[in-house]
């Protein structure tokens, strides 16, 4: 079974630009997360998909972020117009239940962006 | 706000025994996870615990305070593919993703 996936691996954009990361969840998950971690610092929350419906978007920095979740399979999170301080490792993760002891997320390898 | 403390960085020898601690403030708990994740690659769920007491699950032991709003994570007989940072993270509701991640430990082990 294929884990969770992230595409791209890196990124170099210049400011200004626009960067589209897109996120294959295993399949069968509901529950799709986006996490950032910028300068080595914690992994933040970023948002929260329940198939197609964002459940939690609370951890988005700002609205130059967008991130979608057409027909709760894939999602992309948008930076436009992307800033210096955007740079950092985009996680994705995902979950099939919610909750409970034995629930646990999966995380893919990240997509590591840098805003030059 | 919601913190989540755990050391830079932890050095040991292989075959030693070592324990990473976390504390933690958030606005919610459910439970207390832990991560591991290699250079470059995904962050791999260790461990869970939302009750007090010790979970083990091999070389790796995960415990709970919840009174203390402490846990740790035990590695014994340490591997160099030990080497890695490790994450405690809090689930703050129900949600298994949602956590709030401390910012790693990055543990190093010499032969």
Redesign the interface.
């Known amino acids: 079974e294929a ?2 996936t992230q595409f791209p691996s890196h990124s170099v954009i210049e400011k200004g630009q626009t960067v589209t990361l897109r996120c294959d969840p295993i399949s069968g998950h509901d ?3 986006w ?1 950032r971690r910028v300068m ?6 970023l948002l ?1 998909f329940v198939k197609e419906s964002k ?2 978007e609370s951890g988005m920095p700002n609205n130059r972020f967008l991130a979608e979740r057409t027909g709760g399979t894939y999602s992309t999170l948008k930076v436009q117009p992307a800033e210096l301080e955007d740079s950092g490792v985009y ?1 994705c ?3 099939q ?5 034995g ?8 997509t590591r962006l840098t805003v030059v | 706000g919601q913190s989540l403390e755990q050391p830079s960085e932890v050095t040991a020898v292989e075959g030693a025994i070592v324990q990473i601690n976390c504390t933690y403030q958030t606005s919610g708990f459910y439970g207390l996870s832990w991560y591991q994740q290699h250079d470059g690659g995904a962050p791999t769920f260790l461990s869970y615990n939302a009750l007090d007491g010790l979970e083990e699950t091999g070389r790796f032991s995960s415990f709970l305070s919840r009174s203390d709003s402490y846990g740790y994570l035990l590695l014994q007989e340490l591997q160099m593919k030990d080497s890695a940072s490790y994450f405690c993270a809090v689930r703050v509701n129900t949600n298994a993703g949602k956590s709030t991640f401390g910012d790693g430990t990055t543990l190093t082990v010499k032969p």
């Open positions: 884990g969770v529950n799709l997360y996490y080595g610092k914690e992994i933040k929350f929260h459940q939690d996680f993760a995902s979950s239940d919610t909750g409970g002891r629930s646990e997320a999966f995380f893919g390898q990240g």
